[in-house]
């Protein structure tokens, strides 16, 4: 009698546990996954003013001298 109540506790027991290891781990990869797109959004939003200065001129939002001006501002 023993060994059918000891097979119940193995079965069920260890089922929960599995099911509760394996939602932990879906929630903390989900977590890591969202993560690491906010990090590469940040990463784009903290781009120096030179940098920002300098895909302004690249895109062609502003001409050479108005890239000139700007970046010996910049420098002082």
Not at 7 to 24: A, H, P, S
Not at 26 to 40: I, L, M, R
């Amino acid at each position: 009698m023993m060994g059918e109540g000891g097979g119940m506790w193995f079965g069920g027991g260890f089922m929960w546990f599995f099911w509760i290891v394996l939602i932990i781990f879906v929630v903390w990869a989900v977590k890591a996954a969202s993560d690491s797109g906010v990090n590469s959004t940040n990463n784009r939003l903290e781009d120096s003013p030179m940098e920002i200065l300098k895909k302004r001129y690249a895109r062609g939002e502003i001409d050479e001298a108005e890239y000139e001006r700007r970046r010996k501002e910049l420098e002082n």
